[in-house]
Nanobody
Framework: QVQLVESGGGLVQAGGSLRLSCEAS????????MGWFRQAPGKEREFVAA????????YYADSVKGRFTISRDNAKNTMYLEMNSLKPEDTAAYYC??????????????????WGQGTQVTVSS
């Protein structure tokens, strides 16, 4: 059974930092792009960041560029999201995802076919 399990969410003050982890089991995703998405209450799930299999190519939403860093350790089948200078508007459930479908945009959530259960990040002002 394929699973993506996020961890590392929590409550933090504005300006603080958190590090999210996403551990995959059941299969390896080292050859595929993986990404982070987030969903705030009443809003659609939105793209945050993506990383390609070698870990060299990364993409970020404009809203997090310069503050968040995505990385992966293929040997551990784990992906990370380092979040710094957090703002109240970063409050959301954060989901990791893997895309084994060829082609398409890296920020298109409908092309990601494996998803974790989400971890809540709350940033207080």
């Amino acid at each position: 059974q394929v699973q993506l399990v996020e961890s590392g969410g929590g409550l933090v003050q504005a300006g603080g930092s958190l590090r999210l982890s996403c551990e995959a089991s059941g299969r390896t995703f080292s050859n595929y792009p993986m990404g982070w998405f987030r969903q705030a209450p009443g809003k659609e799930r939105e793209f945050v960041a993506a990383i390609f299999w070698r870990g060299v190519t990364t993409y970020y939403a404009d809203s997090v560029k310069g503050r968040f860093t995505i990385s992966r350790d293929n040997a551990k089948n784990t992906m990370y999201l380092e979040m710094n200078s957090l703002k109240p508007e970063d409050t959301a459930a954060y989901y990791c995802a893997a895309k084994t479908v060829d082609g398409g945009r890296y920020d298109a959530r409908n092309l990601y076919n494996y998803w974790g259960q989400g971890t809540q990040v709350t940033v207080s002002s």
